[in-house]
């Protein structure tokens, strides 16, 4: 294929740029390469080499576990300390795309009551230091921060760290300890919304509806939230907490149960399939348990390299593909999609991605076409960004090829971008 006239056509495709690549994995044979050494923004489909990086290091077994235990000593029913929850960074904990949303806080009264704790001196403590840095990537976007999918990853998360908002009677489900709701009734106009970090004052204006309007937002504290929701859940339990100030240096520890995350492929098809920032994040930091961020994207970059990736002009920031300085190049692409396909993993890794015109973000991708279902691919979308990474597949489920298409400074309609897209893939695996 040339590489002076691009493959994909859309009005203003001269001012955008372009990047393809796609491999005949059984012959290594390289189809269709445009701008493939091009460093690109990825969007989403950094979620695609995340996921690679994490079930290549990992069994498939291999979870999230969270930790309850007291800090002090029981006597007649009366724990003398603290509960201390010992955080692991799990984003699924309560989560909504799981089955057990409540699972954290039925193991912790289940467990109170096994030790025969009828009220707690103290407090409920929060351990969050297995992410010892908690804070925004770099490159993600003022806009970014108040929505639930640019919540913050925290070493607790809780219910996908998001919560509901109701105006104008000011209520949040669960409800957000500290919160101040700043609200500007207007006669007429759509609701909008404004918070910055630490996300503790909102405000609001507009015309509500009738029966209330109602938003999601990102939680400023996942940790208070929890606690006061846990303690109300405690106190319906008949089991009371105190909250007086007891130093937990000098109590002794002890545990008593904890709660396990699903599976990490479990996970990594979710996201995957949802494009969710959250749970990305926190697959990424499993490269480097308890260390700083940088530290999990150095070594994420060296895993690849020495597999045989081209590093060169890649630069890793997050595991999302939030943050607007990702660069990646659909060569390196292409070498994680093919590492992964002839892995012992490469079904599983392949069965993560979701099917075009059936499932996830591409549903509707390709739909009701030859292609429909042949083709599996993890999108990515932002301003100026339409990114499209997976493979080809056979009867049976099984990769044939890899498949990058990644569009950058494009300033058509993103639905132009997306139809002529589909319009490649149809002509050129005809």
Known sequence: MSDSVSPISFPGVENAIVGV???DL???EVLAEYGADRPMCPASIMKAVTSASVLSLYAGDRCFATRIGTEGKIAEGVLHGNIVITASGDPTLGSAYFDAPDAM?????ASLRRAGIDSVAGCIRIDGSAIPDPAYPPGWGDDDYMWPYGAMLRGFNWRDNRYLLTLPSRATDPYIPGLKVEFRRL???KMGYDAMPPLTVVKAWGRPSAKGSTVALAMPSPS????FAMTSALADSAIAIGNAAIDPDTLATSELTSVTSPAFPEILRSLMHRSDNLFAEGMLRTIAPREPRDTAVSR???????RGADTDSVAIIDGSGLSRLNRLTPWFLSDVLAWMARSPNGALYAS???KVGQEGTVKRFLADTPLEGQLALKTGTMSGVRALAGYRLDSEGNPTHTVVLIVNGFSCSPSVVNKAAQTFFLNFFS
């Open 21 to 23: 690549y796609i491999e």
């Open 26 to 28: 059984a012959t290594g």
């Open 105 to 109: 806080r039925d193991s912790l009264i």
């Open 187 to 189: 006669r007429r106009g």
């Open 224 to 227: 208070d939230a929890f606690i």
């Open 300 to 306: 994420e970059t060296a895993l690849w390299s020495l």
């Open 352 to 354: 993560l991605f979701p």
